[in-house]
């Protein structure tokens, strides 16, 4: 409903100076304009029938979103609102109220009657000031014509709306009036109706007409573009439709006809199975009626290519001569012993059984210590081709099985891409950091390689982009991590595990003389009688620049002095270098890691030497317990994991219940901390293994024992006493003979683990295996 605003005379003294207040959320209320608003039966019932009914006059105040709403109503409200007699009010089924208001004049809230049973203010109410010169004038005359070119582009807009703006004369009037119909925002509304200066509003308001009039221009700019850009497609459409009618009458042939020949050409070749066979010839069927400028003939050919390209049958015939195998093995690599016999007994399976299913081999051990290296070894003793992906960071599941075809640059996933790139379909095919995948929202790698590494399931895998089952039953799979802890349960349980330990000082040595050290030699362009190394200055390089349960730092050492040395052959110094102890530290500089030996740290009562399982093999642990005056109880540091501090827990436990037997004093723990701490506090550590050190410095530490140097010693407790079995022992093991200790305390369970030991490291190291912590303790501390 439209009505003149100059049809109602409106005298600011008739209208009341204390008014009750309806606060407005989105809308706002401007003098002399007419309002429809619906409020809530609840809104009726506060303010009572009389206060809302018609020809009552009220104020109308916008709420303040930008204070924070409390309960008290009349402090959201803003300070400048409108009066507004209600000249029609209709119930809507019972629960609502429609209201017709008729703005009348601006006011000011002075104050709000707090004694009242609704929002009730005392306000003062503002007349516009009769203004009217040449600069007032120009500024109607320039808004007027904003507007009615706002118009043009607003076709719902009422006609009698251009018709009414001409005819007022008034420009405070002008100004609300234009403000009320253009698509602004309710804080600009709000600022308009708050300017009382009529030039200011008037400027205001021209800002906003014209910033309404900008973005009105630029929306028809873009329709207009959009509808010329289908008005060009459809008539290139009609064009190509006659073009073709008028190649077909002239007897030309399609252009593209050669290519869809092509095709099936190489589709006849291929000797595609059943499915993807009757999936290229839809495809090349559905590209014969496509045009070559469409982009769907460009998807089309790309999907043909993947499927014509891709080693459907193509595959190398396996060497099965096991001597050979064995022999190519072992020139590539030195022990590994499990892993050799693993293949070898492949080998052998598939000399009496051809349609044996490739193995799913998982090769878990330290970084360094030859687990892809090996995969090529295999490849080449089995006469396969090899291909190896790069599983670490990957976070999308699309990445293994492809995207679908929907999206654009659509491929399939990494496995199918290899196969393309290997051209056969039994390759050695090695997944490298499996256990170092990742999920997120685009899915969860993890589970897409389930069906890929699952033999019952992969002769028909299917990749989302090829849409049809690839059989990769011949392929083996060999993947590589460096710990089992990461991988889900159930990828896990898919593969046969081959663990890889660390190497021993002796099989580092021999590594080196027989491979490290000629493959650096040929890297670096040196000769056999250019550089040489003793056995000692290998050792040397072992213990004094690396620490690692794998050989990539000590290969990265003897390439430093392989560059060392071929300078100074260059420059003329040396014609050779026979590298000893001594010139070491003249290529590689001071030693770098201090020797891993125990002597003097366990001179102390309550010192105790564990022995712990790291990615990049054993280390020593060492941990120490002290007391003080205090009531804190038990005091744990040094970056401990739950497990390790329930540990303590536990031995404390144990302490306390066999205080007699132990021949601790019983009120030793009367006012008493005990600190128990785990130096190198910037490594977090975990886990049950350090039982029995834990429990043996404490009972070092109250009983003033001091514990044997040469012994370390591992292993899980129990509140009743008991020794049980830990993991990682041969890693352990070869870092106490790093260290020089002679004696070790192992779990009785464990004594089977010392058949992965080499016998000259037994020999060196006295084995003590217990299942009972008393046992320990005898050892340990003389009981």
Not at 15 to 39: G, K, T
């Amino acid at each position: 409903m439209q009505v003149d605003p100059l049809s109602i005379k409106i005298n600011t003294e008739e209208i009341p100076s204390a008014l009750p207040i309806l606060p407005l959320n989105d809308v706002v209320l401007f003098p002399r304009m007419i309002l429809p608003l619906v409020l809530k039966n609840s809104t009726l019932i506060q303010y009572g029938d009389k206060i809302i009914s018609e020809n009552q006059i009220l104020g109308f105040v916008v709420n303040d979103e930008s204070k924070e709403q409390n309960n008290k109503p009349q402090q959201n409200l803003k300070r400048i609102g409108t009066s507004g007699i209600i000249l029609k009010k209709t119930i809507i089924d019972g629960k609502k109220i429609q209201l017709l208001i008729h703005g009348l004049s601006r006011f000011e809230i002075i104050t709000f009657f707090p004694d009242s049973p609704y929002l009730q203010a005392a306000v003062n109410h503002i007349e516009d000031q009769k203004t009217k010169d040449t600069e007032t004038e120009a500024l109607m005359y320039n808004i007027i014509g904003l507007f009615q070119k706002v118009i043009k582009f607003v076709p719902n807009m009422p006609k009698e709306i251009e018709a009414i703006t001409k005819s007022i004369k008034e420009p405070g009037i002008l100004a609300d009036f234009i403000s009320s119909h253009i698509n602004s925002t309710v804080e600009e509304n709000q600022k308009v109706l708050e300017i009382i200066d009529v030039k200011e509003r008037l400027q205001e308001v021209s800002r906003l007409v014209d910033k309404q009039l900008e973005i009105l221009e630029l929306r028809n700019k873009i329709q207009t573009d959009v509808k010329g850009d289908i008005d060009k497609t459809q008539k290139e459409y009609y064009l190509r439709q006659q073009l073709k009618i008028i190649k077909k009458e002239l007897g030309e042939e399609e252009e593209d006809l050669s290519e869809i020949e092509e095709y099936r050409v190489k589709i006849d070749k291929k000797n595609l199975p059943e499915l993807a066979l009757k999936e290229a010839e839809r495809e090349l069927r559905r590209l014969s009626r496509i045009h070559q400028a469409s982009a769907e003939y460009t998807v089309a050919t790309t999907y043909l290519d993947w499927i014509t390209s891709l080693p459907w049958n193509e595959r190398t015939e396996d060497s099965l001569d096991i001597k050979m195998a064995r022999r190519i093995l072992d020139e590539d690599h030195f022990g590994l012993v499990k892993a050799k016999k693993r293949i070898i007994e492949y080998l052998a399976v598939r000399k009496l059984k051809p349609d044996s299913k490739g193995p799913i081999l998982c090769f878990i051990g330290p970084p360094g210590t030859g687990k892809t290296s090996l995969g090529r070894s295999i490849a080449r003793a089995l006469g396969r081709k090899f291909i190896r992906i790069s599983l670490g960071g990957i976070r999308d599941e699309a990445e293994i099985r492809g995207h679908r075809r929907t999206y654009v640059g659509a491929l399939p996933g990494r496995i199918i891409q290899g196969l393309r790139r290997v051209q056969v379909n039994n390759p050695v095919f090695m997944l490298d950091e499996i256990d170092k995948l990742g999920s997120d929202f685009r899915g969860d790698p993890s589970s897409a390689l389930l069906e890929i590494l699952d033999p019952e399931q992969n002769y028909s895998f299917s990749d989302h982009y090829l849409d049809i089952p690839f059989d990769l039953t011949n392929i083996m799979f060999i993947t590589t991590g460096n710990m089992l802890d990461t991988m889900p349960h159930a990828l896990r349980d898919r593969m046969e595990v081959l663990e890889f330990s660390g190497y021993t000082e002796d099989e580092k040595i021999k590594i080196t003389n027989r491979y490290l050290i000629s493959r650096q030699r040929e890297a670096h362009g040196l000769k056999d009688n250019q550089i040489t190394f003793t056995r000692e200055s290998i050792k040397r390089i072992i213990s004094g620049y690396t620490r690692e349960a794998g050989l990539r730092n000590l290969e990265r050492e003897i390439a430093n002095i392989c560059r060392g040395v071929a300078t100074r052959i260059v420059e003329g110094e040396v014609k050779s270098a026979a590298i000893s102890v001594k010139d070491i530290s003249r290529y590689l500089g001071p030693v770098r890691l201090p020797p891993a030996e125990a002597k003097g740290r366990t001179s102390t009562p309550g010192v105790v030497m564990g022995l712990a399982w790291t990615q990049t093999g054993g280390d020593l642990l060492f941990i120490e317990a002290t007391s003080m005056k205090g009531d804190k109880g038990l005091i744990l540091t040094g970056q401990l994991g739950d497990v390790m501090k329930e540990s303590a827990q536990a031995a404390l436990s144990f302490v306390k219940a066999n205080i007699s037997t132990l021949g601790i004093p019983e009120d030793s723990f009367e006012h008493l901390d005990i600190h128990i701490h785990v130096p190198a506090g910037a490594i977090p550590k975990d886990g049950p293994s350090a039982g029995v050190t834990l429990l043996t410095a404490l009972v070092s530490l109250l009983t003033e024992k001091k514990v044997r140097q040469d012994l370390a010693m591992t292993g899980e407790i129990t509140l009743r006493g008991q020794v049980l079995p830990v993991g990682g022992v041969k890693e352990k093991i070869l870092a106490a003979n790093r260290a020089g200790i002679k004696t070790i305390i192992l779990p009785k369970w464990n004594e089977k683990d010392l058949e992965e030991i080499p016998k000259k490291i037994q020999k060196h190291i006295q084995f003590h295996f217990v299942d009972k912590m008393l046992d320990v303790l005898k050892i340990a501390l003389d009981y």
